[in-house]
């Protein structure tokens, strides 16, 4: 990572699957705490590192909220630029992700980022925002662009259903500003059922373009003090 100058560096950690026992999940905890003490003697023994670099701990524990109470509190123990709430969005339940969230959310700095990985549902990210999250990454925009799954205001739905074939509307009607907003859906329907790259690149782009609008949305929401307000409405959409 100091290699290719990443300017966020993240730790070693085990990512237990959702469904692992308690075993399992305090296994992944003492060895992801272990990595990262290694990982940050590591980082600031390194001479480009630790003077053009972050590095960010992660948080592990499953949805057990006093695993993840205890892996927050050893990851702080180390001192970390920023923290990464790992293990998270792989299956388990919304309620119980929430829940895990909200456990290891209460002992991290709010002066420093904290980093929800891998969250890319509207839901997940205005209410993972709601406890202090500040950054999210996902596959979640592409990989349903990749299979012709549009999000919209109304929700997300499927271009290949043989209602779009003679639609001339947009993608999302309430998002001009979308990229993919010059060709009708419709058209696009056509590019996927032909099997035309295009139709995935397209979708994908808007797709990501949407998300960064509703993260757009969340900050001015935020800023306004109307955040409880967007939740909301995306939950009326989206849950």
């Known amino acids: 990572q100091a290699l290719i100058g ?7 950690d085990v990512c237990p699957s959702a469904v692992a026992d308690r075993l399992v999940l305090s296994e992944a905890v003492r060895r992801t705490a272990l990595w990262a003490r290694r990982g940050r003697d590591a980082f600031l023994a390194h001479p480009h590192a630790a003077q053009h670099q972050c590095q960010f701990g992660i948080v ?3 949805a057990d909220a006093a695993l993840r109470l205890e892996s927050a509190q050893r990851t702080l123990e180390v001192g970390f630029d920023g923290y ?23 002992p991290l700095p709010a002066d420093r980022p904290r980093y929800f990985m ?4 509207p839901v997940g990210l205005v209410e993972s925002v709601a406890r202090g999250v500040d950054m999210f990454d996902c596959v979640l925009p592409a990989r349903l662009g990749r299979h012709g799954t549009v999000l919209s205001d109304a929700g997300r739905y499927n271009l290949a259903a043989a209602r779009h074939a003679g639609s001339d509307e947009p993608l999302d009607p309430s998002f001009p500003g979308s990229p993919a907003g010059r060709w009708s859906r419709g058209y696009l329907r056509h590019l996927l059922a032909t099997h035309e790259p295009t139709a995935a690149r397209l979708i994908t782009l808007h797709n990501l373009a949407w998300l960064l609008r509703l993260m757009d949305q969340v900050r001015t929401a935020v800023r306004t003090g109307t955040l409880d307000d967007l939740r909301a409405g995306v939950r009326r959409v989206w849950a």
């Open 6 to 12: 990443a300017d966020i560096t993240m730790v070693l």
């Open 60 to 62: 592990q524990g499953g």
């Open 84 to 106: 990464a709430v790992g293990g998270l969005s792989v299956g388990e339940d919304q309620p119980a992700m929430l829940d895990a969230l909200d456990a290891c959310m209460a």
């Open 118 to 121: 891998g969250l890319g549902d």
